[in-house]
């Protein structure tokens, strides 16, 4: 039988989950950047994607990309540029939103069980980054590089040069990422669960 404490910390959980999918969402508005070299516009979501894994840990970030994706993919325009639709999901970009979920599930698991037991704030903050950075860039990488070059007939190295346009600004996202999230760990240590 649930007890009281398992009622609110499911509720606590789905309140987290829910804020930080409409955050992601609501980073959708800024209008998109397209790089020209590839179909995959520059968009402030994956910044959201990468709070959520970093502030909310592994499950409940994970389940907030989830969140967004298949409520884009079920039509609601909740992408960069109001877009949305299963046609999403087969067209360049749809590697890029299948990584978000694996990136914030990865970058959770990093904080969780690396970043946040150590001590000394340099290391706390190099380990955030390289974190970050590892599932907010590379696995998000790892599954839209590909996926842009097979659905658009682009080479693999044609897709991987193009991303390189993403770079900075993920690098950029990654620190403000680092910096937010060990500052508010820092002052609500009960935010991992």
């Given amino acids: 039988m649930p007890t009281k404490t398992d009622s609110t910390s499911q509720t606590r959980n789905t309140v987290y989950v829910a804020v930080f999918a409409a955050m992601i969402a609501a980073m959708g508005l800024l209008p998109p950047i397209t790089l020209g070299i590839i179909p995959v516009p520059i968009t402030l979501q994956t910044l959201g994607v990468m709070l959520a894994g970093a502030l909310l840990g592994p499950w ?3 389940l907030a990309s989830l969140v967004v994706v298949v409520l884009s993919l079920a039509g609601l325009p909740l992408l960069s540029g109001g877009r949305g639709g299963l046609g999403v999901l087969f067209g360049p970009t749809g590697g890029y939103l299948v990584g ?3 990136g914030s599930l990865v970058i959770g698991a ?5 970043v946040l037991r150590n001590e000394n704030k340099g290391v706390r903050f190099v380990s955030g980054l390289i974190s970050v950075l590892l599932g907010g860039v590379l696995v998000i990488y790892l599954f839209g590089v590909p996926w842009t070059a097979a659905t658009t007939g682009l080479g693999l190295g044609t897709s991987m040069l193009g991303s390189l346009g993403f770079l900075p600004g993920d690098v950029f996202k990654a620190v403000v990422t680092t910096l937010v999230a060990l500052t508010v760990h820092r002052s609500y240590r009960g935010l991992m669960g």
């Fill in 100 to 102: 978000w979920i694996f």
């Fill in 60 to 62: 409940r970030g994970a």
């Fill in 110 to 114: 990093l904080f969780k069980y690396w």
